[in-house]
């Protein structure tokens, strides 16, 4: 993450500060797998940001409030942000400000 005043990072909170690292360490994890964005809304309210890659199973997904995440067939979903796996079919509920990798050639499981 880019902070150009490192001030104002440290006079945040204890807990937003550590909102912002966790963020970042999950921005970094997915990183080299975003090319191509596409943006989830509900008419007028931005619910995430997907970005699909045309060589590539893996779809990164950061949600920004509660909704329904459609998918196109089975998906192992690993949510970055506590660090769970889980499979869903057609769709799961996105949590706000959550990271995930969705991944249509993973084997089934839970971590």
């Known amino acids: 993450m880019c902070v150009f005043n490192l001030r104002q990072l440290e006079e945040l ?24 964005r596409h943006l989830i809304s509900d008419e007028d309210r931005w619910q995430g940001v997907a970005w699909p890659r045309d060589d590539s199973p893996e779809i990164v997904l950061v949600s920004f409030t509660d909704f329904s995440a459609e998918l196109d067939g089975p998906q192992e979903v690993h949510d970055l942000t ?24 993973s084997s089934p499981g839970e971590r």
């Not at 807990?15 to 797998?33: G, S």
């Not at 506590?82 to 991944?103: D, K, Q, V």
């Open 13 to 36: 909170s204890r807990a937003d500060q550590d909102f912002v690292r966790r963020a970042d360490a999950e921005y970094m994890m997915v990183l080299e797998k975003m090319h191509r």
């Open 82 to 105: 506590p660090g769970r796996t889980f499979r869903a079919s057609e769709s799961f509920e996105a949590r706000p400000w959550h990271t995930y990798l969705l991944n249509s050639s």
